[in-house]
């Protein structure tokens, strides 16, 4: 049973598409998070929801929107993409300060 | 100066030897330090957990924290070849959900 699934595994799409990628996390953790991973391997946090309330929001593009239906789920719209928005984006859960649960990563290819 | 300083590597060693992964920050209130591997194309796996000073062991591997010096550390003895990834530390303060990673160290052991 994956903890952490994300899915699709691989997005490839055109500039100016919007698509969402959707993650569920079946550990019963409260808290989960959305990250980007750039070309150079480093991860920078973008949201986090506890309990479907939304306690992180970085300084991200407003074109990115997160929606946590329950707190299994936490799913990530991004609006008019852009070749920057080229990344591998993760999502995480945790229950408390002990760690994360990583998903295996959502590589999107914005052409 | 970035909150967290990894040296990206590579670090090339060979099997059997014991390997250091050092990571350095500023930020005095980080208090839960972790350290994860990461494969190729996968997501970050915890493998290490040390909640303020001090050290912890599990199995091969020995993770210490010198609050003092802002300073940790990741040891791993007897190096396999399987050892060979990407290994991230990430560290957070009391009271927030955020963990803020390192850039990531790519270790090689070579047969």
């Known amino acids: 049973d994956t903890a952490v699934s994300q899915t699709p595994k691989y997005l490839v799409t055109q500039m100016g598409n919007d698509k969402s990628i959707k993650c569920e996390q079946n550990?019963?953790?409260?808290?989960m998070y959305w990250y980007k991973q750039d070309s150079k391997k480093f991860l920078k946090i973008m949201f986090s929801?506890?309990?479907?309330?939304?306690?992180i929001n970085e300084t991200v593009p407003n074109r990115f929107s997160p929606k946590s239906p329950d707190k299994a789920h936490l799913n990530l719209h991004i609006n008019s993409l852009e070749l920057g928005d080229s990344a591998v984006y993760f999502c995480?859960?945790?229950?408390?300060?002990?760690?994360?649960?990583f998903g295996s990563g959502t590589r999107l290819t914005v052409v | 100066q970035k909150e967290v300083e990894q040296d990206p590597g590579p670090l090339s060693v060979p099997e059997g030897a014991i390997v250091s992964l050092n990571c350095t920050y500023s930020?005095?209130?980080?208090?839960?330090f972790m350290w994860y591997r990461q494969y190729s194309r996968k997501g970050p796996e915890l493998l290490m957990y040390?909640?303020?000073?001090g050290n912890k062991e599990d199995g091969r591997f020995t993770a210490q924290v010198d609050k003092s010096s802002k300073y940790i550390s990741l040891f791993i003895r007897d190096s396999q070849p399987s050892d060979s990834a990407t290994y991230l530390c990430?560290?957070?303060?009391?009271?927030?959900?955020?963990?803020?990673f390192g850039t990531g160290t790519r270790l090689k052991v070579l047969a």
């Open positions: 040390t909640y303020s000073s």
């Open positions: 995480a859960s945790s229950q408390g300060p002990a760690g994360y649960t």
């Open positions: 550990l019963g953790h409260d808290t």
């Open positions: 990430a560290m957070s303060a009391t009271g927030t959900y955020k963990y803020i």
């Open positions: 930020n005095s209130a980080f208090q839960y």
């Open positions: 929801y506890n309990n479907k309330e939304l306690i």
